[in-house]
């Protein structure tokens, strides 16, 4: 029960329904973010004040409607609604135009609330249009609701006006205000609030705005400092009067910095037209306590129109550097402590823009990682009659930010590109830590960073753990890989090499998390616990640390790298040998690897000791394989790999033209062979695992794979006995020419023996064994064993999106013939991103065009022939990839007279509505060539409808504007215009 | 003519029909049939049953003579017909010449794949079948080996088709004839044989069907491509459907035709135009559609259909075209909107009408052309509006019509 307390709730999955006017949407808040102290409780969408006292109550909520079918608007209003009444404090609007591309709306306040104890807080939200078609339904991870519990015994001033104020073109002040409470260091005279004392205050406008045409209309209030506007304090209501949009609502807060006797005014603006400011609209100023700590960003300049870009703050006006760092000029305000944090931010335009359309969003990201319970957002209209004026703004409480952390403000794009300036930008960060507790608040243990970018692999050593809280001495702490975030499932216990309150070096035992992902716990000695998402097995794992950490790892394991070592089990591949068996630095047939074992005469084989779990006891299943590449097209009939002889056998064959095949043969009860569905090519890699299964697993049905695929044909399944009986037959790579080998069904008179001879010549590597599991085809076969190992033609490698395609770029109008693997591409620096292939194209034959070793997700657009096959995308590490067709557009302009082409006319083709873009968004812009075409590419998703025109008024023969209209399909779109002559 | 009088017609010097008997029915060295048996079902034309291998040790053996093995041939070539009911578990020797050291071999093994191999002691020459061979699908095998003195090169064909994956890859032997070697035998050799050089015991095909093997020597083995495809082959193949008007074709609607060498036979002396709704064939189909007349087949793709191998078997004329889409948007040019009853007339570059019809509601008129090859429209195609208001200018509709059609907007400028 103390000033600083707080209660933080999000919504992780309502997609609730905004219903039409006449219904409200009290909302539920399914996730609580964060709780510290006792300012509040939450039971089924209320909170209830647990003490009498002021509390800084913020909100936000996103809204979106898929529905196009009309050009509607929807209105959204929101309101804090106090024990069933709604309050004016912290009124907030949306607005959404159905069919221009702006689907998406945010309704956002901040309110000061002098509470009493079990006063009830719901957070309700209505629409106000009077559309009917389609719904307006909650977007989760957008909307949070933060209740902070402040000190009665800080200056508090609350204004209220007694009338309604009108919003016109002619600026104004606002001077009907009444005092609702003014305590010391506040003074009113008319519109004027003087403060006495210097220092840093909380300031909130709210009011509701209404209008009773139906012409747009943009009205906007500012706070001024004498006659001088204070930077980054202006606010916005937009109303559109059709469709029932006559009502609004506009809040904002910021931090200003005031000097003594500093008096402030509000005033009113509009472009045109004029809407009236609501009576009962609420002006509020709260002094920060002394020791607060307190950063102020402003900016006059710049776009807020952008897509995942920290916007950038000119100026730093205030700045306590106890508790922060920052450059004027950047984009962050850096806790040099970890913290909480109070974040205030507005974006605000006052000179018109080109841009028709707009619908920025701000949101808080902490080390560019956004806090999802903190948004604002306004759309903006340009017109003829309205479009100088447009502001948004927010606040958020941010918590638990790890010391030296940036804090910026992420803007995302809700409609149509363009620009849009930011003539009036605030930026503010207030230490929850100096203003109440003295950094006595109780933190958890934070982890935020390994130093493997989350990327770790099983066995890594000296992994360093970074974070906060971990304490100084391990005692009891450690540190485990688990497999589910809320610790539940499986945990393994990591060793500690050396552990401090901000660093933990550990050595990495994954077991049976390997491949997966998973969450990396630290416990610290007095059992507070923190987690970070891992993914376990990304690169630069090698393909061994793949294989050992499967979660059904092999029995046994030789790499051939350089060594016949099991690595697994004790079976050493060359107890026994013939010939001249021999390891080979080049060819390496396994990405990462050194050497290959190589075969090259027809007597060479190398052979174990014989294996319980492989040829000399009765098994139900096995698993046999590895990589293997023939350097020619063999004639004889040779031996790839055998276990048994005369009577019981399993063995891969090689022989028809490289037409391999896997036997598995038992003389007194089945008889299988298992074909490739391609003859193998020399010099090529490939990855072979063969399965045996009895009739007791998988209905006995025996299977052969190749690259992972499992291959179609076979004779003999299924497999009509319980096991595979003892085959004591040596195991070989090679043929150990002792013994023929019996090739055919014993049951039968249908068998022979052949005198089968060694590959010559024949690489090796990475062979394993499996016995009594069963291997996930998908992942374990494809995505482990062949996707992690296949060798690459060529590696994009990590970058900058734009570096990285600058890479692919180089690859343009290659035909990648039969290999493994064509294309390997990193993870990139930025994040999520998008790589164009510009006429590439693969055999039929190569097993995966493109692996990806990222977790983000890859788009991959396919332009001028270009066309990947999904299935031969690989993406062994989690990551996802999309593929996108650039489809063309094309114009040819002719003379409708003589059909004469039309050389320099201007093409211009935008978007129109009914498809993914959004509304006016530019598709082609260019002037036709010599040939009377004019082309661009589109990235197709979905048909999309345009619209536009072309001309020619300014040389040689003129010609009238012509419309153009058509959908762009899955095969683009192709149209000629006829043009008519003009004077 | 017959298929037998076809293939003696290429002056072949033996041929063992091995319909009813082992018999010569060119010359006099007949066969000598060991366990197999001539019930097995009818594989190619000009024949009854064939013979069956139902125990791999059953063999025909032919005696020893000149023209086949008993002698240092420049020139040979052998080709018969061959259907196997199951996929053969070890190695099977189809027809064979030879031992381990001298060779001329038809196998069959590792999942019914063909090879192609000639032996002496100088070379050893293996060619590959591009597939695996069906089960109870017959197949035409032919191999041909011209020594140093004339094409140096083994060449063996599957269905007509010549195999070019080889071992050595450049197929030459090298050598001015092939040795001597021992008599020619269908089914499980009497002797030791091999695979590549390295001795194996071939075994005869399980139900292995036969018929129609012959063998040529010297000039008249030297086998041109087209003998061997349109002569040997195509003849002979045996059609899985006949049909002889259009309505046999219908009945054919919305099949996939199965794996065949002859998938189906259009039996019409005269020429003749059929349209196939939606008739699409297996990819291993050999030939789509045989035609024995002696005039023209125009076989028309509709509706997804994909015919493209043709065959004649009597100097006629197979043209195989695709109905494609021929499309026209009128548009009005000031606002966009649709045109309709605007009147479309499209003709393509053979004065062919394609469309000539009025636009539906949605300013849309289509037609369709049967696609050969591109087609630029004619010049005098053309949409005007001027029998009922609003009116609009004749425009001209210019354009190619591709294998995917033609589709395109015409903006039409009113009129008073």
Known sequence: ??????????????????????????????????????????????????????????????????????????????????????????????????????????????????????????LRFWR????????????????????????????????????????????????????????????????????????????????????????????????????????????YSHMRGADGNQNGALSFAAIVDVSASDAFTLRTDADSGSMTLDSGAVWQWWQLPSGNE??????????????????????????????????????????????????????????????????????????????????????????????????????????????????????????????????????????????????????PVIVTDIDTDEAITNAQLNVVVTGAEFEAVQGTGKVELGSDFDYSGTKITQSVDSWSDTSIQIDITSGVLADTQAFLFVTSDSGKRGVLAVQVGLPPETYQEAVEG?????????????????????????????????????????????????LDAETDYISPADQGDMNTSAIARRYIGGWFMLDSVSQSLAVLYEEGAQVNNMALLNGFGNNAMFQIANANDDYVQLYFDISLTPNRPYFFLGKMAASGFESGNCESFLDGVLQSRSNGNPWETTQLDSHSGNITWGHEGTEALKVGDDRGVDATTIAFVSPVSCNYAHWFSWSDVTLNIATDIRQTLFEKGAPAEVTISEGTEAAMQTSIDALADTLYLDWPCSIEIAACTDGNFTLSLDNITFEDRVSMQIRYLGADTLTLVQENGTVLDSVKIGSPYGGATTLIDSVPVTVTVRDINDLTIIEDAIVYIIADTGGDLPVDTVILNDTTNASGIATANLQYTSNQPVTGRVRKASSGQLYKTAGISGTVVSTGLELTILMIRDN | MAYGSDIDALGNAHRYILSADANDSVGTNHGTNSGGVFTGVKICEDTTNSYLTDGVDDRIVLPSITTINNSAQSRKAVCGWFSATGIQNPPKNIYGEGDAAQSFRFILGWGNNLVFEVDSASFTLQVFGDTPLEVDRPYHLCMVFEGRGYGNEIRAYLDGVEQLNAEPTNRQPASATLTARSAGEFGDPAGIVAVGGTEVILLAPINGQYAQWAMFDGTNAVLTDTEIREELFEKGATPTVTITNQAGLDALADTVRANSPLCILVNVAGSISLSADNVTFDPSASIHVQYNGTGTLTWTNSNGANASIGSTTSSGTIVFTEDVTVSVTCLDATDGTPIEDALVYVVDSSAGVVINTLTNPSGIATGTFGYISDDVISSVSKVRKGTASPYYKTSPITGTIKSTGLTTTILMIGDE
């Open chain 1, 1 to 122: 029960m103390a000033a600083g307390d707080f209660l933080i709730y999000r919504n992780d999955s309502s997609t609730a329904t905004l219903p039409n006017a006449g219904s409200n949407l009290d909302t539920l808040w399914d996730t609580e973010e964060y709780d510290e102290g006792s300012a509040a409780t939450y039971s089924s969408g209320t909170f209830t004040f647990t003490n009498t006292a002021p509390y800084l109550v913020i909100y936000s909520e996103r809204f979106s409607t898929t529905d196009t079918t009309n050009n509607e608007r929807i209105e959204g209003q929101g309101r804090l609604r106090i024990n069933g009444s709604d309050l004016i404090e912290g009124a907030s609007e949306g607005y959404i135009r159905k069919s221009s591309g702006h689907q998406t709306m945010v309704m956002s306040g901040v309110a000061i609330y002098n509470a009493t104890a079990t006063d009830t807080l719901v």
């Open chain 1, 128 to 235: 106000g249009d009077n559309s009917t078609s389609g719904t307006v339904v909650r977007d989760p991870d957008f909307g949070g609701v933060q209740i902070i519990q402040l000190d009665a015994a800080d200056d508090f001033a609350r204004y209220s006006t007694t009338a309604t104020n009108t919003m016109s073109s002619t600026e104004a002040s606002i001077t009907n205000w009444t005092n609702d409470q003014e305590e010391t260091g506040f003074s009113r005279s008319s519109g004027a609030v003087t403060i006495s004392t210097a220092g840093r205050y909380l300031m909130t406008v709210s009011g509701t705005t209404s209008e009773t045409g139906t012409s747009r209309i943009g009205a906007t209030v500012f706070l001024e400092r004498g006659t001088t506007e204070v930077t980054g304090a202006r606010t």
């Open chain 1, 294 to 443: 307190t950063a102020i960003m402003e900016a006059t300049n710049g776009d807020m129109n952008t897509s995942g870009v920290d916007f950038a703050w000119d100026t730093l006006p205030h700045i306590d550097t106890a508790g922060f760092t920052a450059t004027a000029g950047n984009a962050n305000i850096d806790v040099d402590q970890g913290c909480h944090a109070l974040v205030f931010w507005n974006q605000g335009k006052k000179v018109i823009d080109s841009t028709q359309r707009g619908y920025p969003m701000g949101q808080v990201a902490v080390d560019g990682t956004v806090r999802n319970y903190s948004a604002s957002g306004a759309y903006h209209r340009n017109s003829s009659s309205i479009g100088t004026f447009m502001a948004h703004g927010g606040a958020a409480l941010i918590h638990t930010i790890p010391a030296n952390s940036e804090i910026t403000l992420k803007n995302s794009i809700l409609g149509a590109s363009g620009t849009l300036d930011v003539e009036s930008g605030h930026f503010s960060v207030l230490n929850l830590e100096g203003l109440y507790k003295s950094y006595s608040y109780d933190f």
């Open chain 1, 550 to 598: 499967m979660t059904l790892a092999p029995d046994h394991y030789w790499t051939f790298q350089n060594t016949y070592a099991d690595e697994i089990g004790s079976a050493t591949a060359n107890t026994s040998s013939g010939g001249s068996p021999t390891f080979a630095t080049s060819p390496k047939i396994v990405k990462g690897d050194t050497h290959s074992f190589l």
